[in-house]
Structures are given as structure tokens and as C-alpha cells.
């Protein structure tokens, strides 16, 4: 059974540091998601990565995947309050006949000024 | 272009009514997926439709829990006697093949 776990679940940060999210699963995937969720609104998707080495950026928010290590990382570049969100990571198995996203914790991020 | 809709946005039901949630895809999406968000349980997958069929129902939680996708769009999940733990955001997804899930705006579903 495919599981996927994110860390960490709750992150403060200043306004300008850097910082990381990591999101690890269990099994081989095809494919993996990132998504932000503002409070009382529903899932935006964020990057879609395909393939074992592959980096995504836009604006202050960069992605990768690592297939080998069944790891992907959410990199925060010079944070600003509107980045405040919480951030899924969702794993696919393309392998039989489901499509379905297997989502992580979340991690709720609250950037400071 | 326009994305999914949803509705309704909220439903509040007594315990042990039937209840159904109607999603309409983003035109020319063949994919459609049901999944809920609750406190406790967090983001879970429900089902997965491949135009009409549905080749994967392993998320249904009980047989209370059914959902059919006519015409290849419109998809409607419906919960048969309703109980408190169904309380949650239910939300649909659609997709072109092997391309990013888009979720619609979900339906607050609150049992008393």
C-alpha cells in the first residue's frame, strides 16, 4: 500500500529565510504532485513532476524528485506572506487501473513579517 | 476556460436522510475523481471514473457510499443514510490523461 509522508507538518518562517518541505512515499510512482490549499478554499495545483531528476520552479517555489530515494522537496526562497498556505504533496500509481492521488499530511505554512 | 463546479457549496442534513453532491468536469476531461477532506482523516481518494465506468471504487468508505458519471460528464456521489462521521469537504477532481488532477470547490457536508 502506497503511503506518503510529508514533513514537517507546520512550519513558521520569517518573511526573506528559505526553507524546505520533504515529502517521502512508500512504493515506485509513476508521477508526483504539489498542490497549495488556502483556508476554506480547494487544492491549486502547484507542479507535476514526471520523471527521476526533475526540478520545476516558479517564482519563489521550486520542486524536485528524486525516484531512486521515493523523495521530493518543496524549496521556499526568500518567503513572503502571500506564500502562507498549506502545501500537499500527492503520489500517483499509474500501474493498473486506478489514477488515484495518494495525498501526504500537509505541511500549513505561516510566513511572518 | 471554466473549471469544475460543484454543487451545492454546503449541505447540512439531519442524520439518516440521503444526500447527493454534483460535480460537472472541465469540458474534454475524461478523467473524474471524488475524494474528501476531513479533519481527522485528511485528503482520501473515494472513487475514479474513466468516462462512465469506474474502474476503481476501493476509496467508498461503506455501501452507503455510490456514485455514477453519465454522458462521460457530470458525475453525482450520493450517501444513503447519512451518519456524523460523513461530515467533511467533498471534492471532485478532473483530468486529461496523464496530466495534473484540477479540483473543483468542494461541498461542506455537515451531518447533525
Known amino acids: 500500500e502506497l503511503k506518503v509522508e510529508q514533513n514537517p507538518l507546520f512550519l513558521s518562517m520569517q518573511e526573506g529565510k528559505n526553507y524546505t518541505i520533504y515529502c517521502n512515499y512508500s512504493?515506485?510512482?509513476?508521477?508526483l504532485y504539489w498542490y497549495r490549499q488556502d483556508p476554506g478554499k480547494s487544492l491549486e495545483s502547484l507542479f507535476v513532476?514526471?520523471?527521476?531528476?526533475a526540478v520545476k520552479q516558479e517564482g519563489r517555489l521550486m520542486a524536485s524528485l528524486d525516484t531512486k530515494a521515493r523523495l521530493s522537496t518543496l524549496h521556499i526562497t526568500a518567503a513572503v506572506h502571500d506564500l502562507s498556505a498549506t502545501y500537499f504533496c500527492?503520489?500517483?500509481?499509474?500501474?493498473?487501473?486506478?489514477?488515484?492521488?495518494?495525498f501526504g499530511t500537509g505541511t500549513l505554512l505561516a510566513v511572518q513579517p | 476556460g471554466a473549471g469544475v463546479s460543484q454543487s451545492p457549496s454546503n449541505k447540512v442534513t439531519e442524520k439518516g436522510k440521503d444526500v447527493e453532491l454534483r460535480c460537472d468536469p472541465i469540458?474534454?476531461?475524461?478523467?473524474l475523481y471524488w475524494y474528501r477532506q476531513s479533519l481527522g482523516q485528511g485528503l482520501e481518494f473515494l472513487i475514479y471514473?474513466?468516462?462512465?465506468?469506474?474502474?476503481?471504487k476501493s476509496g467508498l468508505p461503506s455501501d452507503r457510499f455510490s456514485a455514477e458519471r453519465t454522458g462521460g460528464s457530470v458525475s453525482t456521489l450520493t450517501i444513503q443514510r447519512t451518519q456524523q462521521e460523513d461530515s467533511a469537504v467533498y471534492l471532485c477532481?478532473?483530468?486529461?490523461?496523464?496530466?495534473?488532477?484540477?479540483f473543483g470547490p468542494g461541498t461542506r457536508l455537515t451531518v447533525t
Open positions: 477532481a478532473s483530468s486529461s490523461p496523464n496530466q495534473a488532477q484540477y
Open positions: 471514473f474513466q468516462g462512465n465506468s469506474a474502474p476503481d
Open positions: 469540458s474534454g476531461h475524461t478523467a
Open positions: 512504493t515506485t510512482s509513476d508521477r
Open positions: 500527492a503520489v500517483a500509481n499509474y500501474g493498473g487501473a486506478t489514477n488515484k492521488l495518494i
Open positions: 513532476l514526471l520523471s527521476n531528476g
